[in-house]
């Protein structure tokens, strides 16, 4: 192999470390103008400096020198980035005032592919095939997949689901999430052949255990779309956000269940339905308001008539939860980051593939914090790459 295409390699490699000349300059103990020549193929590399290099942004010296490593490492991850078709025109809803936080969304899942590739977490390809074959996309099907769903999942067709996010976690769904400027805009979905899904939420959503539910119907059926925004009220252009509303509210407010607590309640009321009502069950379902009430009004549901509809969309939840003497249920807040994204950081940090630096960066947290986490992991802080390096060269020379 020639230079000039070693040095086309590591920039590409440093590129996708999101690592810039003068950070790998001081790494590797050389000057700027040096890393420039290297990269231009001017410049030779010695074996030490190429496997300081590999080391730093966790790829394996043969990546750099053998011709079906560098193919593979690259094209299965970062090829099928399916974070741009959230910017298409097409896309669901109107997402430029919240451009920054989907740019975060697409670093996130970038650095998620970095780490994977580093501790050599690359799943098996995943497939883009539905989990379930709907032909056409209505309420009936919609009822069908949720019900099929639960039974998969154990849960029992009578049992609420409050929590969401423990079922995109056990799937194998990484969310990530963020505050958002956009009203309309509830989430978004992305699913790449090699990692699989991600989501991305808005995290002071009062309505996000549905959101979750819209979301995990995309990750379930809509893969081959690659990347959705989602509106979770609203009227939609695609019918995919139509068949995610109607999936997640079969599947978080199943008649099977919603019935029978009704019945409870009508039992104290002489079996009036009243806003009260509404909203008693809205918590004991974990949704909001406006989302039982919705359902409850469903035609295919038909337990209010659109004259009660219209007269209880009039109240303020707020004031319900007062007259009932409630209040909602504690939020734990979201994390930024799933689990899974955070240990890999912190692992990477401690086999000394990233600094310090990396590492705040990757949690987009100052160092000092950073540090902070550190220590209260017990992990040995400041293990940089270059001094394992230096301990394996001891190693060998002695």
């Not at 038909?302 to 209040?327: H, V, W």
């Not at 994204?341 to 987009?364: D, H, P, Q, R, V």
Request: net charge negative.
């Amino acid at each position: 192999m020639d230079y000039a295409e070693l040095g086309s390699r590591i920039r590409l490699a440093r590129e996708d470390a999101l690592l810039s000349q003068d950070a790998v300059a001081q790494h590797l103990g050389l000057s700027r103008s040096a890393v420039s020549l290297i990269e231009g193929g001017k410049r030779k590399v010695d074996s030490l400096e190429l496997q300081k290099f590999a080391r730093l942004v966790g790829k394996s010296v043969l990546f750099f020198l053998d011709e079906e490593s560098m193919s593979v490492e690259t094209s299965d991850v970062f090829e099928d980035d399916p974070t741009p078709i959230l910017f298409n025109a097409n896309q669901v809803v109107d997402i430029s005032p919240d451009r920054d936080q989907i740019e975060r969304f697409r670093k996130f899942y970038r650095n998620f592919a970095n780490l994977a590739q580093t501790l050599n977490r690359i799943p098996s390809p995943c497939s883009t095939e539905p989990l379930y074959n709907i032909y056409k996309p209505t309420p009936a099907a919609a009822k069908w997949m949720a019900g099929k769903e639960r039974a998969r999942l154990g849960l029992r067709s009578c049992t609420p689901v409050r929590d969401m996010l423990s079922i995109l976690e056990s799937e194998g769904v990484r969310v990530m999430s963020l505050p958002f400027k956009t009203p309309t805009l509830g989430g978004c979905f992305i699913f790449s052949p090699s990692l699989g899904s991600f989501v991305l939420v808005n995290n002071s959503a009062n309505n996000l255990n549905f959101v979750l539910a819209h979301e995990y119907c995309h990750h379930l059926i809509h893969r081959q779309h690659k990347g959705i925004t989602c509106n979770p009220s609203g009227n939609y252009r695609k019918p995919e956000e139509y068949f995610a509303q109607w999936f997640a509210a079969n599947f978080l407010m199943p008649e099977e269940a919603l019935v029978p607590r009704l019945m409870t309640y009508l039992e104290k009321s002489d079996g009036i339905i009243t806003a009260e009502i509404v909203m008693y069950l809205a918590l004991d379902f974990g949704v909001s308001y406006t989302a039982m009430l919705y359902r409850m009004a469903d035609k295919g549901v038909g337990l209010i008539e659109q004259k009660s509809y219209k007269q209880f969309c009039q109240e303020k939840p707020g004031k319900l939860l007062a007259r009932i003497e409630r209040s909602l249920p504690p939020f734990d807040e979201l994390k930024q980051f799933p689990q899974e994204y955070t240990e890999m950081a912190f692992e990477a940090y401690c086999l000394g593939y990233i600094s310090l630096n990396k590492l705040a960066e990757l949690l987009e947290i100052p160092v000092e914090e950073a540090k902070v986490q550190v220590e209260a992991r017990n992990a040995p802080l400041d293990l940089g790459v270059s001094g394992e390096l230096e301990l394996l060269n001891d190693i060998e020379n002695a």
